[in-house]
């Protein structure tokens, strides 16, 4: 993962990010202001940034808040001291998507990254994408082939979603059962082959076929 950290404390932010890349194998950057902090996150696409709550010239509350009024759509984690359980209502109702408080250790940052990861922070392309006679509208997660909708569970959309914003890429199926499922759940290969062959049906009134197996690495829709 490609993380922002935003942390005043010269010592704890040099140490969490040599931890961050040393056993998370992530790659870092490090500000100390919350202006630094929303500067870099609209420049550079991070999976999750670290806002550390008291920090000068913009804490991480102002940050947060900023970032998510501009549009701001990726994970941020907040970082504190503060331990009320009205700062943490503040720091969740600032748009943060999750809340650690100081100290802390770095197994456990290292655990909610992961799960941060595990979600998917992407904005919305736009509310209706084509691919080859089908039609997926996002806003609400329906599917159509010549107007007649096609039946799918909600993980089907979901498949069918991530495979389609990833045309042209191969996707293993570990990542999809990462992106669908969560690494953690009691679900594997099979269930997505499964599932597949299930699309596969569901998406038959199609001229062509969409979802193409790559041998030995998962699946693709081709660009």
Request: hydrophobic share 45%.
């Amino acid at each position: 993962m490609k993380i922002l950290l935003a942390e005043d404390d010269m010592r704890l932010g040099e140490l969490v990010v040599h931890m961050l890349k040393k056993k998370g194998g992530h790659t870092a950057d490090w500000v100390t202001t919350g202006r630094e902090a929303c500067e870099y996150a609209e420049a550079t696409n991070y999976d999750v940034l670290i806002l550390d709550w008291m920090m000068p010239k913009g804490d991480g509350v102002w940050a947060c808040r900023q970032l998510r009024k501009e549009g701001y759509m990726g994970a941020i984690l907040m970082l504190t001291a503060k331990d009320g359980l009205q700062d943490r209502i503040n720091g969740l109702d600032a748009g943060a998507d999750d809340y650690l408080v100081k100290p802390f250790e770095i197994e456990e940052l290292l655990a909610r990254l992961r799960a941060l990861s595990r979600r998917n922070f992407a904005p919305i392309q736009g509310e209706e994408v084509q691919v080859t006679g089908l039609i997926l509208n996002r806003t609400n997660q329906t599917a159509s082939i010549a107007g007649e909708l096609v039946q799918l569970t909600p993980r089907e959309f979901q498949l069918l979603d991530l495979l389609i914003q990833n045309k042209g890429i191969a996707l293993t199926r570990e990542v999809i059962l990462d992106r669908i499922w969560g690494l953690d759940a009691d679900v594997g290969p099979k269930a997505i082959d499964a599932m597949i062959k299930l699309l596969r049906k569901k998406l038959s009134g199609l001229n062509q076929e969409l979802i193409q197996s790559i041998r030995g690495v998962g699946y693709k829709i081709e660009a």
